[in-house]
């Protein structure tokens, strides 16, 4: 199976600055196939992101998604006090479907 | 609007067999193309994909757990089962269910049910 390894493990930013969370997989994730959820503490996973870069219904635009291949990227442009979270990502191109295992944003 | 609710008991002991009911409204399993997912998260730990069923009843399994795994479907009460057999206390989590979009990412989820293992 594809294991997914998300970098940083924790990162601490303000209000404002842009965030760049990063997805690796340990092989090709057929057709950009990978969404990223975010998690707030007490809260089920909510998706963002689909095939890479779709945004999900009403999610904002300061969220984009980006990566083929291997590298997949989140990028936060200017972070909202609500965006601090757990962010996961999923790949759905190869069964079975698998999650990396987070990254935590934190405010600094 | 799409909403699902997981229900089951909050403990079990070991191994003893869980079962976890979802749910849902705004959808239906009898419509061509849609699909559920069972996914679980032990606390303070990342998510792992367990089970889905697929409108026309075509099922499948996590590959570690497959032999403790059975999922189904009851389209008439829109619900969706999920069964978990001997029970441990590494199966301690909080188990969703979630709509499965054309077999990819999942969206929307239940909010979730916390299943302790202990005896």
């Known amino acids: 199976e594809i294991v997914l390894t998300q970098s940083p493990g924790t990162l601490s930013l303000s209000p404002g600055e842009r965030a760049t969370l990063s997805c690796r997989a340990s092989?090709?994730?057929?057709?950009?196939?990978l969404a990223w959820y975010q998690q707030k503490p007490g809260q089920a996973p909510r998706l963002l992101i689909y095939?890479?870069?779709s945004r999900a219904t009403g999610i904002p635009d300061r969220f984009s998604g980006s990566g083929s291949g291997t590298d997949f990227t989140l990028t936060i442009s200017r972070l909202e006090p609500e965006d601090f979270a757990v962010y996961y990502c999923q790949q759905y191109g190869s069964s079975p479907s698998t999650f990396g295992q987070g990254t935590k944003l934190e405010i600094k | 609007q799409v909403t699902l609710k997981e229900s089951g008991p909050a403990l079990v002991k070991p191994t003893q067999t869980l079962t976890l009911t979802c749910t849902f409204s705004g959808f239906s399993l009898s419509t061509s193309g849609m699909r559920a997912s069972w996914i679980r998260q032990p606390p303070g730990k990342a998510l792992e994909w367990l089970a889905r069923i697929d409108w026309d009843d075509d099922k499948f399994y996590s590959t570690s757990l497959k032999t403790r795994l059975t999922i189904s479907k009851d389209t008439s009460k829109n619900q969706v089962v999920l069964t978990m057999t001997n029970m441990d206390p590494v199966d301690t989590a909080t188990y969703y269910c979630?709509?499965?979009?054309?077999?990819?990412?999942?969206?929307?989820w239940g909010q979730g049910t916390l299943v302790t293992v202990s005896s």
């Open positions: 095939g890479a870069s």
């Open positions: 092989q090709s994730v057929s057709s950009s196939y």
């Open positions: 979630a709509r499965h979009i054309a077999g990819g990412w999942f969206d929307p």
